[in-house]
């Protein structure tokens, strides 16, 4: 686990429990801040940044508590010394950590409202848990019995579907859900829910301007309170609204003019957002734009490397163009990157969000939108019906229709028959709401989130959401659907926030890229078609009984794949199973 955290390591225990941390120095670089951190009878390792330590500290310096540190893990141990589980209410930031009672013999592990930095563990036959940051720190354990999850594996390669949130591909290790808690105690352990969003009181629709300027504060607020750092910030900018907006409110609330903004660029691509990046990069006042461009000789080149990095298969080569940005604000000696991540899923920016906004709107409202817009909406409207409403066989035949190619025929009609991961506590009657918090908690922004601490990590780097704070989600999330989606736009009110700072080009952007590679183009490069065949066509791929090798040599000698993304999985697949199987 050295590369997530270069700037020091420590270790403790006792005769029950021990715990091991890399730092990452962010904040109070000197080595007090070092971990385990020690509270009396309370251990702690902290993984993350807890953005307002500064005013908890100072809340808790008025109850008597006094500090040794200038860093945000103490302020953590001596809130959860005060107020104990209650704690979490109180945090702003992204967090995985433990938290061992060494006189109630327990242990506590918590992870941040939305996952942004991930917790894995896995119970032993003995009683016992091992748990950690990295899936590969707890292989080295021998009492961990880890297989490929065969479920997991079957229908990512199938359909690109992930895990459940509290799943992971590997069976034996389980990953504890955003915003969840678990207490291990005499060698049981639970785990609960400890934040549900609520709907919060918001702007009603004739209010919509005063919603708008409610948002601005909210992000500047969030933005202002994640720069908090000791060592050099900068920014990921994809050219898209939601980085874009970051940036410049970086711009509007930074008080240093010595900015980095670091951009994947992939030059004669239709898709290329370059032109959009720098346009916002000039306008925020940007210092330094670092334009990176991956190629696929380099993504063949490390493709073993992000496999082993990324522990888990990924959905798409764009990770890989997210770990050269990565590499890149390495070398430039940017510690922090702040990012957009989390904007579609909060403000509806996903195409099939217009249908469920639609059917969250009254009738006359809904119709009036449909007649309005500039692109056809009913088909959306019946997508998001049918996600809700389609009967089970009639959803079977679909999975089926549009499974990978190269996925063998009898896994193809096997995974057909499973569903999608649900969280039964997402209940809403509001078919927008509902969806944006399936997105969030359960199919989309999870995996994504995945990535970026992966991505992140194996550089040594800290990337941190703004728009991933409590206070933004639960104000979205309580919206009205005409104030996510107005006119045939997505996203509107985030616009129309940052309408003052964002370019016009940006800001009136539809389509969604997002360090987006010509994935196509590079799958069809001699080099990676030559890998894709040695890797699937090869004996120990063969008896897996994963694979079409039919489908797969008749696409080789083609030269072309029918299916570009399900090429892919089917490479990542067998990549990792070999890596860390075979």
């Known amino acids: 686990m050295a590369s997530r955290g270069p700037d020091g390591q420590g270790t403790w225990w006792d005769e029950i429990a021990g715990l091991a941390f890399r730092r990452l120095a962010i904040i109070d670089l000197h080595a007090r801040s070092n971990q385990p951190m020690h509270l009396e009878h309370l251990h702690l390792v902290f993984n993350g940044e807890i953005y307002n330590y500064r005013e908890l500290r100072s809340e808790l ?25 209650a704690t979490l209410d109180r945090l702003n930031g992204m967090f995985g950590f433990a938290v061992w009672d060494s006189r109630q013999r327990s242990l506590t592990l918590a992870t941040d409202p939305f996952g942004e930095k991930p917790v894995y563990f896995a119970s032993l036959p003995s009683g016992g848990l091992v748990f950690g940051s990295a899936i590969r720190a707890l292989l080295c354990d021998r009492a961990v019995r880890a297989s490929p999850n065969e479920h997991a594996v079957e229908a990512f390669l199938t359909h690109g579907v992930m895990p459940s949130p509290d799943e992971s591909f590997f069976t034996g290790i389980d990953r504890l859900p955003a915003a969840h808690l678990l207490r291990w105690e005499a060698g049981h352990h639970k785990v609960k829910r400890y934040w549900q969003p609520g709907r919060v009181p918001v702007p009603v629709p004739e209010e919509y301007p005063e919603a708008v300027l409610e948002l601005r504060e909210l992000l500047a607020s969030s933005v202002s309170i994640r720069l908090r750092s000791d060592v050099p910030v900068g920014t990921s900018l994809s050219g898209g ?11 509007e609330n ?24 720098d346009e916002v990069a000039r306008m925020a006042g940007v210092k330094v734009h670092h334009r990176v461009e991956p190629t696929a000789a380099g993504a063949l080149e490390d493709l073993r490397a992000l496999v082993w990095e990324q522990e888990e298969p990924v959905g798409s080569l764009s990770i890989y163009a997210q770990m050269c940005v990565m590499k890149a604000a390495k070398t430039a000696g940017i510690t922090v990157l702040l990012d957009g991540q989390g904007g579609d899923e909060l403000f509806g920016g996903y195409e099939i969000a217009a249908g469920f906004a639609l059917r969250s709107e009254k009738p006359g409202t809904a119709i009036r939108q449909i007649a309005r817009a500039p692109i056809p909406l009913g088909g959306l409207v019946a997508r998001s019906m049918a996600m809700d409403y389609l009967p089970a066989p009639l959803r079977t035949m679909h999975r089926a229709r549009t499974a990978s190619p190269y996925a063998s025929r009898h896994l193809r009609w096997q995974t057909a028959l499973g569903e999608a991961p649900q969280l039964g506590w997402i209940t809403d009657e509001d078919p927008l709401r509902r969806e944006l918090l399936s997105e969030s908690f359960v199919t989309s922004l999870p995996q994504l989130l995945r990535y970026a601490d992966r991505s992140s990590m194996a550089a040594s780097r800290e990337v941190r959401l703004p728009l991933l704070d409590r206070r933004i989600a639960e104000f979205a999330w309580s919206l009205p659907a005409g104030f996510l989606y107005r006119e045939g736009v997505t996203k509107a009110i985030l616009r129309d926030a940052v309408r003052d700072l964002v370019p016009d080009n940006v800001l009136n952007r539809q389509d969604k890229v997002g360090f987006e590679p010509p994935q196509a183009r590079w ?18 791929a063969r ?17 072309s794949w029918r299916d570009p993304r399900a090429i892919w999985r089917a490479l990542n697949v067998e990549l990792w199973l070999t890596r860390f199987f075979d």
Do not use: M
């Not at 930074?254 to 990046?277: I, L, N, Q, V």
């Open 523 to 540: 799958l069809r490069a001699k080099s990676l078609q030559e890998c894709i065949g040695q890797t699937l066509l090869r004996d120990a």
């Open 543 to 559: 008896h897996r009984g994963l694979y079409d090798a039919r489908v797969i040599k008749a696409d080789l000698d083609a030269g």
């Open 241 to 251: 609204i939601d980085s874009s907006a970051i940036v410049a409110l970086v711009a």
């Open 61 to 85: 310096v008025s109850l008597g508590r006094t500090f040794q540190t200038e860093g945000d893990a103490e302020v953590l141990l001596n809130a959860w010394a005060t107020w104990g589980e």
């Open 254 to 277: 930074s008080e240093s003019a010595d900015r980095h903004a670091f951009t994947a660029s992939f030059p004669g691509f239709a898709r290329d957002e370059w032109r959009y990046a």
